[in-house]
């Protein structure tokens, strides 16, 4: 229910910008699968816009192990790769959030 509501107020708002803004109050909320990261994702209009999503939802899936999907959604290669760069930037982050508390 949530990300419905989530997916409704994006696709309801103005611009990118207001996406962004109420895309990233959701994130802050909630995390989601990689599949639901990606309808998200296919709101923006913008690729520098999908992009800036895309990293800023990385840590908040569930399942980052399937986020390589997501790439499907970029034309322009430095964007793929500046995605890449991110992800392996925040690798260590999801493995101790994790596993937090368990060792």
Do not use: C, W
């Given at each position: 229910?949530?990300?419905?509501?989530?997916?409704?107020?994006m696709s309801q708002a103005m611009d990118d910008?207001?996406?962004?803004?109420?895309?990233?109050?959701?994130?802050?909320?909630?995390?989601?699968?990689?599949a639901y990261i990606v309808q998200l994702a296919?709101?923006?209009?913008?690729?520098?816009?999908?992009?800036?999503?895309?990293?800023?939802?990385?840590?908040?899936?569930?399942?980052?192990?399937?986020?390589f999907q997501i790439k499907m959604l970029f034309?322009?290669?430095?964007?793929?790769?500046?995605?890449?760069?991110?992800?392996?930037?925040?690798?260590?982050?999801?493995?101790?959030?994790?596993?937090?508390?368990?060792?």
């Open positions: 229910l949530e990300f419905q509501e989530l997916k409704t107020d910008h207001q996406r962004q803004t109420i895309a990233i109050e959701g994130l802050n909320n909630h995390m989601f699968t990689t296919k709101l923006f209009r913008n690729e520098t816009s999908r992009l800036e999503f895309a990293k800023s939802a990385y840590t908040r899936t569930i399942d980052p192990e399937n986020y034309v322009k290669e430095e964007n793929i790769q500046s995605l890449d760069e991110y992800m392996a930037s925040k690798a260590d982050e999801i493995v101790k959030s994790e596993f937090k508390g368990l060792f």
